[in-house]
């Protein structure tokens, strides 16, 4: 006869008082991880701003860039640790923002765990707008009226949205604020090259030869003599409407950058480089305006009347343009990205 075992009582209270430690334990600091978890989330997006709003004073003013990250991570993490680097060259195209924290432990605690330190990186740079229509890129022979030079109120800032063209294929010559003018730039022959250069984007016809080349010169004044830094103003009707018809091309072909749900301003050939010019002054005949400098445009819609509707996207600056692209990467129109 086989003896009955005798299962022994509160074996499983035993188990129960060994485990459940380590169980809490587990979801204690299950817990903390998900606080952390989230509380870096947070301080990415904070260093990911700080860089952002930084790199958009590249690259001409790298102390203000580095006060602008200061400033974004202090309003968005006033309890981190902040720390700033960029690239060492003489053109300074990228900043690094680093910022460190220390979190707390709740549950953790219980086993001795008082803190942790989190730290981010980001990396933001600025990228050319440049060539990617044609041979000549974006530049296209449109004036945007500056009236009282770069950085005033009456020349276009960064941001705003305005309608050119207004009036200019009624035959009248209107010019005024957010107005403008088709140009005549290097290499181009009247109206017949208004609709190509419009599309393809300018093209100088000899990129060794400083006559063919658009150089900006911010304190020029109307009245000045034709040259690099001064243009032909060409009128009518026809220059106006192969403008027009060369933007609504670009809007109908659009480019990859394009694309709303991926926009990208530096390979969408809807964003534009604009000639900044003076038209004080300018009536009907074909008269010469200065080259002020230069602004980076998103075409948005060409209205039926031939007028057309652009976002600037970025503050005016000053330049020397060759073949369609900056000859100097300091006094490029930039685009901001997130590099990292």
Do not use: H
């Amino acid at each position: 006869m086989i003896p009955k075992r005798r299962c022994a009582k509160g074996q499983i209270a035993v188990i129960l008082a060994l485990v459940l430690p380590a169980v809490v334990g587990a979801v204690a600091l299950g817990a903390d991880f998900a606080v952390m978890y989230f509380d870096w989330v947070q301080l990415q997006k904070a260093a990911d701003t700080a860089a952002l709003a930084g790199a958009s004073f590249l690259p001409n003013d790298l102390g203000l860039a580095m006060v602008q990250a200061r400033t974004y991570a202090l309003q968005n993490a006033p309890s981190a640790g902040f720390s700033f680097s960029n690239d060492s060259s003489a053109v300074p195209q990228w900043v690094q923002v680093q910022l460190t924290q220390q979190v707390p432990y709740n549950f953790g605690r219980v086993l001795g765990l008082t803190s942790a330190n989190i730290s981010v990186l980001a990396k933001a740079g600025i990228q050319p707008i440049v060539g990617t229509t044609g041979q000549g890129g974006n530049v296209l022979p449109i004036g945007v009226q500056c009236a009282s030079g770069l950085g005033n109120p009456g020349c276009p800032s960064a941001g705003t949205t305005i309608t050119l063209n207004q009036g200019q294929t009624s035959g009248s010559w209107n010019i005024g604020p957010g107005d403008w003018g088709p140009l005549q730039l290097p290499g181009m022959t009247g109206n017949s090259s208004m609709l190509s250069t419009t599309e393809n984007g300018w093209v100088s016809p000899d990129p060794t030869d400083p006559a063919d080349s658009l150089v900006a010169n911010p304190s020029g004044t109307p009245g000045c003599s034709l040259g690099p830094s001064c243009l032909n103003v060409q009128p009518g009707d026809a220059a106006a409407q192969g403008v027009a018809n060369g933007m609504q091309w670009r809007l109908n072909n659009p480019t990859s950058g394009c694309a709303s749900d991926a926009f990208n301003p530096a390979s969408c050939n809807a964003v534009v480089v604009l000639p900044l010019v003076n038209y004080t002054g300018v009536s009907g005949e074909s008269t010469s305006v200065p080259l002020l400098g230069f602004v980076a445009a998103q075409i948005i819609q060409v209205n039926s009347d031939g007028s057309v509707v652009v976002q600037l996207l970025n503050t005016p600056v000053s330049g020397a343009f060759t073949s369609g692209t900056a000859s100097n990467a300091n006094n490029t129109p930039y685009t901001v990205v997130l590099e990292q």
